[in-house]
């Protein structure tokens, strides 16, 4: 699979972004997918995932949203109440699960999309 995330941009803190990532293929409801970020300077870290079964896990609870429409190969990253610590590059992430378990591991996933820059001012 392939994939190619968009929607990053620059904001101000308080507001609202929404990322996507459109993925290549026709397996896409076989795969578990997540969004990853990385600081200038810091280690890739896991944001949120949704399993094939639509299991959620969010790492940044009640800001972050993630979402997925297997008929449209789309996942979804809702981000509200940005704040400067929010500004990273962030990347989609994809691999092929039985659907029981979301890894939060970024040796876990196979597939990455190229990145989108969110940079949020203060």
């Known amino acids: 699979v392939q994939l190619q995330a968009s929607g990053g941009g620059l904001v101000q803190a308080g507001g609202s972004l929404r990322l996507s990532c459109a993925a290549s293929?026709?397996?896409?409801?076989?795969?578990?997918m997540a969004w990853f970020r990385q600081a200038p300077g810091k280690e890739r870290v896991f944001v949120a995932g949704?399993?094939?079964?639509?299991l959620r896990i969010d790492s940044v609870k009640g800001r972050f949203t993630i979402s997925r429409d297997n008929a449209k190969n789309m996942v979804y990253l809702q981000m509200n109440s940005l704040g400067p610590e929010d500004t990273a590059v962030y990347y989609c992430?994809?691999?092929?699960?039985?659907?029981?378990?979301?890894?939060?591991?970024?040796?876990?996933?196979?597939?990455w999309g190229q990145g989108t820059q969110v940079t949020v001012s203060s």
């Open positions: 992430a994809a691999v092929i699960s039985d659907g029981l378990v979301v890894a939060t591991s970024d040796r876990e996933y196979r597939y």
């Open positions: 949704i399993s094939r079964r639509g």
């Open positions: 293929g026709r397996t896409f409801s076989a795969y578990n």
